[in-house]
């Protein structure tokens, strides 16, 4: 287990959240949930993947298209985190909350209050950027300045940038504590997305060098 990996999992809990009436602190994701968080991405971009393929079929100069995707089925079958892409993300560690910024912020993201700490603000753009509720062309006339990008790990972006990913997260994190069940959190969310969004950042700053690969340089939006 590399260095990373263990300050990662001997953290401590983050900021409580509440679920059902019932305090829920987030905790770093231990070996066995990060593997099968990574198992949900793996699963999700896969089936992405074969649908796109699919649909293209009747495009391809193929003399069987049914033989040449049976056999992509039983190649993607194989795929692990490391067959995943690098994934494009937004880099919000230097955002400047300027006012604009902070309006537009306050009438757009459920949650969002100007009392807030300026990295977790920051987490809050990191979001509305990747769901793009906030697009680049915005958010540069507010602030002034063009959004930084980078390549980063593939996982890292599904995990807080989607919300399937983000809800796969937070599952993970918290199943085991038998505080709900995962349709009973899907409907808690929808309802409270602020608080939503603030527990899939807590996960992941706690989490964050071993989502991200065993301690592999692969920085995030929001990390």
């Known amino acids: 287990m590399s260095d990373d990996v263990a300050r990662a999992l001997g953290a401590g809990g983050g900021n409580p959240f509440q679920i059902n009436g019932k305090d829920l602190t987030p905790k770093p994701l231990t070996i066995k949930q990060i593997t099968e968080l990574q198992r949900d991405c793996v ?3 896969r089936m992405e993947y074969l649908g ?10 193929l003399d069987d298209r ?12 194989k795929w692990d985190v490391d067959d995943l892409p690098k994934q494009e993300v937004y880099d919000t560690s230097d955002t400047k909350m300027t006012q604009e910024l902070e309006s537009w912020a306050r009438n757009n ?9 300026l990295v977790t603000k920051q987490r809050y753009i990191a979001f509305a950027l990747d769901s793009e509720q906030l697009t680049e062309a915005e958010y540069e006339k507010r602030t002034g300045e ?6 980063g790990s593939y996982i890292s972006w599904w995990v807080t940038g989607t919300p399937e990913g983000m809800l796969s997260m937070v599952w993970h994190s918290i199943k085991e504590d038998g505080v709900c069940t995962r349709a009973e959190l899907e409907d808690h969310i929808t309802k409270n997305q602020g608080t939503f969004t603030e527990m899939t950042r807590e996960i ?20």
Not at 109 to 117: H, N, V
């Open 52 to 61: 796109r393929v699919k649909e293209s079929l009747h495009l391809m100069d």
């Open 109 to 117: 993201l459920t949650g969002y209050t100007s009392d807030k700490p």
């Open 43 to 45: 699963s999700v971009y």
């Open 204 to 223: 992941e700053s706690l989490s964050a060098p071993a989502v991200q690969g065993n301690g592999e340089d692969q920085t995030h939006s929001a990390a």
């Open 66 to 77: 049914r033989a040449y995707y049976n056999n992509l089925v039983l190649e993607t079958a």
């Open 146 to 151: 063009p959004i930084k990008k980078q390549n």
